[in-house]
């Protein structure tokens, strides 16, 4: 990216808002917890969640970030805090500590492959979240902003920064009120691009299939990138036409929290470095699948060292498919070299919070 700034850029890559947890993630669990019984888990880490899986994904592939977010007083808010500010050098200045507020927390359980999830955290008060939304200046001093859309709601800062040129990275949730209605997302039309998974894709357009409906997102949206999990990810360029598919890279999953996340980081990332559409999904795939290697949603995101490290690895292993290698080959002049890039490997998720720092 710094090749791409120019004097007079935006200080800001990417601009964020939302609700940050602190996630405790077990992991090695044989199946699913059983009413009545006591489970042991061979893993356990704790990381911040939430939107911070996102800043963190942005900022380990070199996008600067800002977030504006509500912080609790507590000690899991101020290890949050610590760690996304000096651990990964995401901008909080648009961020507030809020006096006796409690951190909200997501407990995480993963086994074959999936997850499940248990949270509680209360709404931070109306006058923080006001300040969140409309911290002065900031989105509009960025080149892009993921936002997501709520169904019947809009969030006056997506207008506003779209007004300014700020790219709109749209995605979406669970709708539950169960209308799926594309226009009840009221914002879908300040976006550059809309990134919603398989089933959330059918379900507001209808169609049969998810490629189809991609098609038929690229009628609202520029850009519809529709993941489609274990089969990887498929776009449409609604402004040209193009369209493009990726397959997943297999790997053995550790911990599916944050992926997609991490998968929209990476769309970004290539989106704003210009790349084509297809590599913009095939690198979105790639550290989606490091991510899921790692358990944790933030700190489980990959730096440039991993991908490098990947990127190497891969092409040393007997017997790959030249296809499959070519497909990835773009890679060969953005990773650096071992010694141009932060220590790897980077910090993960740990057991506990409280050791005299986040290292």
Request: aromatic share 8%; with cysteine; proline share 7%.
């Amino acid at each position: 990216m710094a090749g791409l700034r120019a004097p007079g850029d935006p200080p800001w890559d990417v601009y964020l808002t939302g609700t940050v947890f602190l996630d405790i993630i077990f992991t090695g669990l044989g199946s699913a917890p059983v009413r009545g019984t006591e489970s042991w888990a061979r893993g356990m880490g704790s990381s911040p969640g939430g939107i911070a899986n996102m800043a963190t994904a942005l900022a380990r592939l070199g996008l600067r970030t800002s977030l504006a977010a509500a912080f609790g007083d507590d000690h899991y808010g101020e290890y949050c805090w610590d760690t996304l500010a000096r651990g990964e050098g995401i901008d909080l200045s648009p961020s507030r500590t809020v006096p006796g507020w409690h951190s909200p927390v997501t407990v995480s359980m993963a086994y074959e492959g999936e997850r499940t999830m248990v949270s509680h955290g209360h709404e931070p008060p109306a006058d923080t979240l006001f300040r969140q939304q409309n911290a002065p200046g900031h989105p509009a001093h960025a080149r892009a902003a993921v936002a997501s859309l709520t169904p019947g709601k809009r969030n006056p800062w997506i207008a506003r920064a779209a007004a300014e040129g700020t790219l709109i990275f749209g995605d979406v949730g669970w709708d539950d009120t169960g209308a799926w209605d594309l226009a009840n997302l009221a914002d879908l039309e300040y976006c550059e691009a809309f990134l919603p998974n398989a089933e959330e894709a059918r379900r507001y357009t209808g169609a049969d299939c998810p490629r189809a409906a991609a098609h038929a997102l690229a009628e609202h949206v520029p850009l519809a990138v529709v993941t489609l999990g274990g089969e990887g990810a498929y776009a449409v360029d609604g402004r040209t036409g193009e369209s493009a598919e990726v397959p997943a890279i297999a790997v053995e999953a550790l911990d599916p929290t944050g992926a997609g996340d991490v998968f929209v980081a990476g769309f970004v990332t290539g989106t704003l470095a210009n790349w084509p559409l297809a590599d913009r999904l095939a690198f979105a795939g790639l550290t989606a699948a490091l991510s899921v290697q790692e358990f944790g949603g933030s700190l489980s995101a990959p730096g440039w060292s991993e991908i490098g490290a990947w990127w190497r690895e891969v092409q040393s292993v007997a017997g790959q498919d030249p296809a499959a290698l070519r497909r990835y080959a773009f890679l060969e002049s953005l990773v650096p070299d071992e010694d141009q890039v932060r220590p790897w490997p980077l910090r993960r998720a740990v057991p506990t919070i409280g050791f005299g720092g986040t290292g």
